[in-house]
């Protein structure tokens, strides 16, 4: 089996004649954990479906050494599971069935799932505590529900890569945790290469071996989350103040700054002058 890594060069998409991703260039090795990051409209989302071999590009993207557009989509759907920001759900399907399908490129033409895809759905239902919901229409669940059951799809697939596109944002903070500590003890165990969306930046920084910040269509930085996560960076791309710290385990901790806190003792003062004497 060739080396299951991502590497991309020279990716150009264009999408209904406009120029959406140029020139971009990332690597994530074997067994790493590679966080795209960029502000609204960067291009991230398109990144990932063209790394899918989902969307036409120039350039080079090699999936464990071949190119994903070249397969057909069984063979495609052994090597990477990609699970879409916005995913299309058929409304009347179970939630069980949903996650069944990522086991579909390991089924037979006209044979029916075995046990072993069986116990795999299940497998990854009880460790997303999606279980309870296994019989639930996929119309009938919240948007985090909905969530965790496209990434349950996705890591029943089995795949050595995988690409999740915000796969935390519709989610409460303990089951972000429970989502991204999840994808961590696969992506060691079995040595997986993930590359993902992240928006919130100080989980990007948590997770991720290496960020690669798009902006404009463009990488603008890429590297270790220390040295694509500075307040210079975020000002320039994002437009936004932040504050930049680091944890106890050296890794960056990204917060707003609310611009004009110099009045803070103002407010305070009113605060008092309200108060009852
Ligand atoms: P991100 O995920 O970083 O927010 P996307 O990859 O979804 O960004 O989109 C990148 C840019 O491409 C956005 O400005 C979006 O409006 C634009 N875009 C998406 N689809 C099309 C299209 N069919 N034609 C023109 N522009 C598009
Ligand atoms: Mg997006």
Redesign the pocket.
Known sequence: MPSPGVAVRGLAVR??G?P?LRGVDLCAPAGSWLGVI??????????LRAVAGLLRFDGEVRVGGVAPAALSPRQRARRLAYAP?VPVMPPDMAVFDYVLLGRTPYIGYLARESRADRMAATAILDRLDLRPLQQRRLESLSGGERQRVVLARALAQEAPVLLLDEPTTSLDLGHQQQVLELVDQLRRADRLTVVT?LHDLSLAGQYADELLL?AG?RAVAAGEPVAVLTEELLAAHYGARVSVTTDGAGRPVVQLVRPGRSDRGEVGGNVGRQRPS
């Open positions: 999408l209904d406009t959406i960029g502000p609204n409209g960067a291009g991230k989302s398109t990144l920001q969306t798009l269509g």
